[in-house]
């Protein structure tokens, strides 16, 4: 009875695989697929003009992933500068041509847009007016969220990003925390295999401005407060292009991270104002 009960159920399993694999095999192939499988000739032409759902080969969707992957480091790398004051990291996420339009509610040094800041006044000045503003502000830290990509083709992209910004501003008893919350609209192109931000939208929903409650206690030692680079913080005033080894933050023990030089160099072409 046993041996019977088996063989039976030996039976359906197989009968079950068999109906599997001729499902399998009556389905279409994937578009820009053949029987000798999928291309890798990413042209994007491979849409189904019918209303059925978009399918597209393996390859195409894992170099979407990458391509989005990629654009995501960008982004990180462009908040990452803004708090670590790494003026060649900022101008690394942009290309020369590059357009910045900023308004910010509550500091407007950092405006800017295409018409007051034409390209490629972003690429060469507008890290360094950036970092003219942070200089004025203790300590600031950028986070970034709900980040949509759309891969318009293989070389060209439209971003939305969530940001929130905290900025410690004044000392003592003065002390604010103004945190703004906004969303960072970008196009993005991609040349060989790197891409770039071509343009940069940013727009703010709302901000608050709190007293600073926070306080270091003592004995706590330096060796655990992050700090950011010690000749772009407004107080030695030093010209430095993001570049060499006198980034201190201990991040740079642990992060390759990449830098455009300054493509104006000369001392004093980027000096901040002093600090009190």
């Known amino acids: 009875m046993n041996?019977?009960?088996a063989s039976s159920k030996l039976l359906r399993l197989g009968t079950l695989l068999t109906l599997c694999f001729m499902a399998l095999a009556s389905q279409p192939s994937f578009a820009g697929e053949t029987a000798n499988g999928a291309g890798f000739d990413r042209t994007f032409n491979d849409k189904e003009t019918k209303s059925e759902q978009w399918?597209?080969?393996t390859e195409n969707r894992i170099q979407d992933l990458l391509d989005k992957d990629a654009i995501k480091?960008?982004?990180y790398h462009m908040m990452r500068s803004l708090d670590r004051m790494d003026r060649g990291l900022m101008r690394s996420t942009y290309w020369p041509e590059a357009i910045e339009e900023h308004q910010d509610p509550e500091f407007p040094v950092f405006f800017s847009d295409a018409?007051?800041?034409p390209a490629p006044a972003t690429y060469n000045s507008?890290?360094?007016k950036?970092?003219?503003g942070f200089a004025t502000l203790r300590a600031t830290q950028h986070r970034v969220s709900n980040i949509l990509i759309d891969l318009k083709d293989?070389?060209?992209a439209n971003v939305e990003s969530y940001v929130w910004a905290f900025h410690l501003v004044g000392e003592g008893d003065e002390?604010?925390?103004v945190t703004l919350y906004g969303r960072m609209m970008f196009n993005f192109e991609k040349r060989g295999d790197e891409w770039r931000i071509l343009r940069r939208l940013t727009v703010f929903d709302w901000f608050t401005k709190v007293p600073a409650t926070g306080k270091f206690a003592d004995g706590y030692m330096d060796k655990f407060k992050g700090t950011r680079d010690t000749n772009q913080d407004g107080r030695s005033g030093e010209f430095h292009d993001g570049s060499d080894t006198r980034r201190n933050d201990p991040s740079y023990q642990f992060l390759n991270l990449p830098s455009d030089a300054d493509p104006m160099p000369g001392k004093g072409a980027c000096k901040f104002p002093i600090t009190k």
């Open 175 to 177: 002390a604010k925390e």
């Open 3 to 5: 041996t019977l009960m």
């Open 73 to 75: 480091d960008v982004i």
């Open 130 to 132: 950036a970092m003219q």
């Open 55 to 57: 399918r597209r080969s």
């Open 115 to 117: 018409k007051t800041n």
């Open 126 to 128: 507008f890290a360094c």
């Open 154 to 156: 293989q070389n060209s």
